[in-house]
């Protein structure tokens, strides 16, 4: 079965860290986006990272937060510091290839940041 299952949002104090994970199974994993999305908000880029370990983050979290990759456990990370109320959100993963699956989304994980 082709799918992306991410794990590790839970609540955090702000100041805090988490680590969030996603694991592709059924295909080898490409490039890797991590995204989050507020409510009442649009879904926005957090991370991504490619194949060859290239990484991009979005300026709210350059800094703060880290992307990285396991190939041999087909699965991809994202270790958040210094967490912010604001980075309160759902945060899915993104696979992008050229091979099937094109374009896949894993069922999203919430951060909760609060006091």
């Known amino acids: 079965q082709v799918q992306l299952v991410e794990s590790g949002g839970g609540l955090a104090q702000p100041g805090g860290s988490l680590r969030l994970s996603c694991a592709a199974s059924?295909?080898?994993?490409?490039?890797m986006g991590w995204y989050r999305q507020a409510p009442g908000k649009q879904r926005e880029l957090v991370a991504a990272?490619?194949?060859?370990?290239?990484?991009n983050y979005a300026d709210s979290v350059k800094g703060r937060f880290t992307i990285s990759r396991d190939n041999s456990k087909n699965t991809v990370y994202l270790q958040m510091n210094s967490l912010k109320p604001e980075d309160t959100a759902v945060y899915y993963c993104r696979h992008s290839g050229i091979r099937y699956p094109y374009d896949l989304w894993g069922q999203g994980t919430q951060v909760t940041v609060s006091s």
């Open positions: 059924g295909f080898s994993i490409n490039t």
């Open positions: 990272i490619t194949s060859g370990a290239s990484t």
